[in-house]
């Protein structure tokens, strides 16, 4: 299954930035279906992006974050070449990671 | 009893009378159609109303009217939402049919950079066809089930057909056939024609009101209006079909819609497809 | 000019709430229901029906199962009234599209 | 498994990449065991999520109340196009930044997201959220242990003109 993280690093001179699109309802649990159901809350809680091992960035989340939700950060020390590895975890313990290549 | 009768009485009055006073007012308007003399007309008046729009930026709908939403569309645009749309879209345009057969039989140069053409008039079937129905009519030569025309497999392929057409100016054409004439006067006709309880026609809005607010939402101008289609909307959360955006259009005035690919849908899309014959196709585009 | 357009049909529809002064029947109802039905098959080959017909019809149906023929037969005949006004705009249109055409 | 990228950037860029291309490894290393090697408060910050005001999410979260500081640059629509996704983001020129975190008054929760900012990354982020209606959206940076603040006030209605 292709993952459902799509990730865009690229890096100049210290700086990596790093842009991160992830495929996740993000219901918010406010929500009714067209049958009039409400739809049950189910979004990611916790992104973690890691470089050599060490956190480089963390985003706790709640349902108020947008459909297919996407972050952009910027962090120094790594360099062309380096993985990056990003996962998360949502409500229901679904989790998916990938590691990309810093270009 | 009664109320009906007085009911009847009152609106036959009244419309009588407006109609006489538009009698006296309507300019014998030429009957045969003149579509070169429309589209020329119908940019004329967006190029003046809208004087610092570019002309090939119309097709960006609200984005074009209006800066703050711009840069909220330019946010988007960084990353798009509908990403996963269009890899979908790949995916099933590649995937062959059951009898090993794939879209890009059925489509010239391989389905590949061929959105501007459509929708096309079918001098055989003395009808216009729509990609949209072209995909299902091809789905089905090869022995596949249709998809509906209004949930997410259309939108993904028309998304991933629109993408390899980014960028090339529209062009339709009008076969010298008059049931092709016929076929882009009925679209004419539907656009400007006032439906629903809230008495509005596609023009009310997309012509006479284009670039203002309805409540939070800007109104996007009918020129290029479907260069940008499918569209990813932030209001469906997911990408959606040009059947679903006329359909959806219909019921927003409350006017009951009509079957998706319906004579009349397929007859407006060629009328505006074809007075925007020159802009650039910008679908798939991300919308409110 | 289209403004005179649009007065003959809020007059359509204003005059159309006038209830009738005796409790109505079922047989005032379904008489009604008859009368909406068909207009609104007549907007139907006009191709133009409105979805506040649908729902008015829907709503005299509804009103009608549960014994209440009094809101059943006024849900019906504002159901007729909206219908009629969906087939004077379809055929008022027939000319008066070309008032807001581009030429 | 190599997945192939598809880059949409510019509007009107033909087809073609000119962003960067990615080759993602796609390689799921039995990710299983809780991010032990993250920073340090990295607990998912439940009770949090759960609070209704800002004001009590901010305390929830941080423990403190922030002042606004004009050292702290948010970036928010006037009119949400659409209240479903709302491109939010802040920077900040304040020094040593631990955290970054996103707050909506009108929200059922005003806390929306929160962001962990280790030693060696930017004090910035930019990200979509989802706004319930016309609110002030808050954006909290802890610098040095204390809490900076900027608003703003975007307004967001239902769309369309009508069903």
Redesign the interface.
Known sequence: M??T??????NSGD?TEV?A?I?HP?D?G?VKDAKGQVIPPHFI??L?F?HN?????????????????????????AGKGDDL?I?WVDNKGA???????I? | MRVRTILLTVAAALSTAALACFAASAIAAPDTPDPVADAKAFRKYFTDKFPKVKLEDFVNGPYSMNEDMRKQWKEKEEFPPYEFALDAGKEMFSKPFKDGKTYADCFPNGGIGIRQNYPYFDEKEGKVITLELAINRCREANGEAPYSYVKDEMASLTAYMAFTSRGKPMDIKIPNDPRALAAYENGKRYFYTRRGQLNFSCASCHVQSAGEHIRAEVLAPALGIMNALPIYRSEWGGMGTTSRRLVSCNSQTRAVPLEPQSDEYRDVEYFLSYVANGLPISGPGSRP | MSMIGNMALATALLVSGVGSALAATEADYKAALAAAESAEKDAATLRNRWTKTESTLAAAKKAAAAGDFDAAAASAREAEALAKASILQATSEKTHWKDMEIR | MTIDRFSATRRLVLKGTSAVALIGLGVDLGFGSAHALAAANDKYPEEAFKLKSDKDAIRGLYGKTAEASDKVKLDAPEIAENGAVVPISVTTTLANVTSISFFASENPNALAASYIIPEGTLPAVANRLKLAKTCNVIAIVESGGKLYSATKEVKVTVGGCGG
């Open positions: 292709a993952s993280i799509r990730v865009r690093a690229s700086t842009q699109l495929q993000m918010s406010y809680q916790q973690t890691e091992g060490k956190a480089v960035f963390l985003a706790d989340w709640g349902p108020a974050v947008a459909k297919d939700p996407y972050v952009k950060f910027s962090f120094k020390g590895k996962s989790t998916d990671a990938i590691t990309a290549k270009q």
